[in-house]
């Protein structure tokens, strides 16, 4: 069974802290994703990642960045943490192909509170 | 971007009734729609999906029909259960990126025993 594990279910930090989120997933997928959900929006794309030390912006990357230096971890760094960066945030992996579609594996999310 | 709306935002059904979700998309290039199941305390677990080609796929009590035409496509779920009370997302995948998906609001779904 595929594994995505988060580092914390819930977090709460204080506004202009940097804050790190972790994910990990033991399957050696390519691609690994970040997300964060709010009531009514769904699931919005922050960034995600094809290959170690490769990333591409999502669809809301503002005040958020990220890090893959091994094929496994990919981190979502809040560089200085706003009371609207307040959210559930979800880590998703899945195989390679480029040419064709693939399920993403959800890990369990971190609630982050920012006061 | 791709624009993906989903209705209704909560449906509640009682046991053994028909559950419908409907997600509409803009981009016509999308070509992969796959449905998500959120329960509680969980991350979203892939049920179902459906490739353009095919117009209705099914999996026991799930189907899924999608309408290229119109840009639309639907999640059907009989005879529902206790257990299938969960938030449901449709995502359509970006035209140009096969990796990337844009989710809906999500569908709140009650089953009353």
């Known amino acids: 069974d595929v594994k995505v594990t988060q580092s914390s279910r819930y977090l709460v930090k204080r506004t202009g802290e940097k804050v790190f989120l972790e994910c990990v997933q033991d399957?050696?997928?390519?691609?690994m994703f970040w997300y964060r959900q709010d009531p009514g929006l769904g699931l919005r794309l922050i960034y995600f990642s094809y290959d170690v030390k490769m990333k591409e912006k999502g669809d809301i990357p503002e005040g958020y960045s990220v890090s893959r230096e091994k094929k496994e971890r990919f981190s979502l760094i809040l560089e200085s943490a706003s009371t609207n960066q307040t959210s559930m945030y979800l880590c998703?992996?899945?195989?390679?192909?480029?040419?064709?579609?693939?399920?993403?594996?959800f890990g369990p999310g971190t609630r982050l509170t920012v006061l | 971007g791709e624009n993906v709306e989903q209705h209704p935002s909560t449906l509640s059904v009682q046991e053994g009734d028909s559950a419908v979700i409907k997600c509409t998309y803009s981009d016509s290039a999308s070509n992969y729609f796959p449905w998500y199941k959120q329960e509680l305390g969980k991350g979203p677990q892939l049920i179902i999906d459906i490739r353009s080609n095919v117009g209705e796929k099914k999996d026991q009590r799930i189907a899924v029909t999608l309408n290229k035409t119109a840009k639309h496509f639907s999640l059907h779920i009989t005879e529902t259960q206790p257990e299938d009370s969960a938030v449901y997302f449709c995502?359509?995948?970006?035209?140009?990126?096969?990796?990337?998906?844009?989710f809906g609001s999500g569908t709140k779904l009650n089953v009353k025993p």
């Open positions: 998703a992996s899945s195989p390679p192909g480029l040419s064709s579609y693939n399920e993403q594996f």
């Open positions: 995502a359509a995948s970006a035209g140009y990126n096969f990796n990337k998906f844009y």
């Open positions: 399957m050696d997928h390519e691609n």
